[in-house]
């Protein structure tokens, strides 16, 4: 009880603080989320990176001992399967969306090179605070049953993603699903936080391509 009481004020913490709950997307218009430097640098510095070494810092000084986390060849594998499957995902609710005139999530999007060098870092660490989280904190340090944590994962993944609408919340409720279950099988840690975390970079990226830079 203990254990799952420290998971939920940790998670709390971490991703529920300072979150934006919104009206639930009508279709009128798209929820949009604003780019800043300023932010991006401050959410690196301040927040993801320090918040993964808290993660980390609780995982490595108590145990039970958790999977291995050197980097191996076969993790590359294991990301593309993980983005694979994470695009097909989006694809597949960017699909009933377009079907249903229900108006996507607009991210804009950094106008320079530097900006963008910031928002990639900023996406590669949020990935990892997550699935360090998600993955490897819930599955190894809660003491319940495989069946009760992994769907705390994928509900509280899908929670943290609420800000984003209703269909960011279904999309993060499968891709959650997906990488619990990819994690499972595979213990490639890295694996799934590269496939994570090039998804995010690819949301911008046709973010960019669509609507152009600064839109």
Do not use: C
């Not at 998971?7 to 800043?36: K, T």
Request: no cysteine; net charge positive.
């Amino acid at each position: 009880m203990l254990l799952f009481v420290e998971a939920i004020i940790i998670y709390s913490l971490l991703f529920l603080s300072g979150v934006r709950f919104p009206v639930m997307n009508s279709g009128l218009a798209s929820p949009v989320i604003e780019f800043s430097l300023n932010n991006e640098i401050s959410k690196l510095v301040l927040r993801n990176i320090p918040a993964l070494a808290l993660v980390f810092y609780i995982l490595l000084t108590s145990g039970p001992a958790i999977p291995r986390l050197k980097i191996k060849l076969r993790d590359l594998g294991w990301a593309f399967i993980g983005l694979s499957g994470l695009a097909i995902i989006a694809s597949l609710l960017g699909f009933i969306m377009n079907s249903q005139n229900q108006a996507a999530f607009e991210y804009k999007t950094p106008a320079n090179l530097l900006a963008w060098f910031v928002l990639v870092l900023s996406l590669i660490s949020v990935a990892y605070l997550e699935e360090a989280y998600f993955r490897l904190y819930l599955f190894y340090r809660l003491d319940i049953s495989l069946k009760s944590i992994f769907f705390l994962s994928v509900l509280f993944f899908g929670l943290s993603h609420l800000y984003e609408g209703l269909w960011g919340f279904l999309n993060a409720i499968l891709a959650g699903a997906f990488l619990s279950v990819l994690f499972l099988k595979t213990k490639s840690f890295h694996g799934i936080a590269w496939a994570h975390g090039l998804y995010n970079i690819l949301v911008y990226m046709y973010a960019y391509i669509t609507h152009g830079p600064g839109n």
